[in-house]
């Protein structure tokens, strides 16, 4: 599924399959695109993004030991040609986004693929988001299942390479937004379109190797700007 061996998280096979086939049940958001990975781990929709024929291919992941094997499951996974398209920033979403590292329309399409639940700050992210104005936003987000527009206040031990990334061993806090506070966010900020993947639509066999998208604790959502259709 796209990592080493010697990775240390190992989300089952079928699981990333579906996964994937989600985040690219649309190949044109992606090939031919500039794509921002926003919390790349280990590289896996990095590469895929490049197989998928991205134009170029630009990831922030602050944990050191991620940012490495992201750089090897390029080389290992990427033709030369490939991997030559991509560049890897081994510092924290806040700092490159919030610091002004790029600028208007240096991106297409922006991947926050398993991040946005992992901050307090998910507003000033899609105002960054936003401010880049590219054509795509795509999420593969949790979520706590609420049908009003509501955070759910989590706290989590940075140590645990799956959590939120702190430089302290201090339990750092998180907001889940529900899924109507999320379209909430983009429609307010940007004016944005939301369309909501339908996990339900696969086989019942299928859906069960995914419970906490089949349970609604985690939703694929794309989104695109006024005026734009996906």
């Not at 946005?116 to 987000?141: E, G, K």
């Not at 990334?165 to 806090?173: D, R």
């Not at 086989?203 to 906490?212: I, N």
């Not at 349970?215 to 734009?228: E, F, Q």
Request: negative net charge; contains cysteine; hydrophobic residues 40%.
């Amino acid at each position: 599924a796209l990592m080493n061996e010697d990775e240390a998280i190992k989300p089952g096979f079928d699981r990333m399959r579906l996964r994937y086939d989600a985040i690219f049940s649309q190949p044109h958001i992606v090939s031919g695109k500039r794509v921002l990975d926003i919390g790349s781990h280990n590289g896996r929709w990095m590469v895929a993004a490049l197989k998928n024929g991205a134009e170029w291919v630009t990831g922030i992941e602050p944990r050191g030991e991620l940012a490495a094997a992201a750089q090897r499951n390029i080389l290992d996974y990427c033709s030369d040609a490939e991997a030559s398209r991509h560049t890897l920033y081994n510092a924290t979403a806040d700092a490159i986004l919030g610091g002004g590292k790029f600028t208007p329309l240096q991106f297409d399409t922006i991947f926050c693929l398993g991040f946005l639940y992992h901050t307090t700050r998910a507003v000033d992210f899609i105002h960054w988001m936003r401010n880049l104005r590219p054509r795509y936003l795509v999420f593969d987000c949790n979520v706590t299942w609420h049908q009003d527009e509501v955070f759910q206040l989590k706290f989590e031990d940075p140590t645990s390479i799956g959590n939120a990334y702190s430089e302290n061993t201090a339990e750092v806090p998180v907001m889940i937004p529900s899924l109507p506070a999320l379209q909430s966010m983009l429609q307010n900020v940007g004016g944005w379109t939301t369309e909501i993947y339908d996990w339900h639509a696969l086989p019942a066999d299928e859906l069960d190797k995914v419970g906490d998208y089949r349970d609604r604790r985690r939703v694929t959502v794309l989104a695109y700007p006024p005026g734009d259709t996906a």
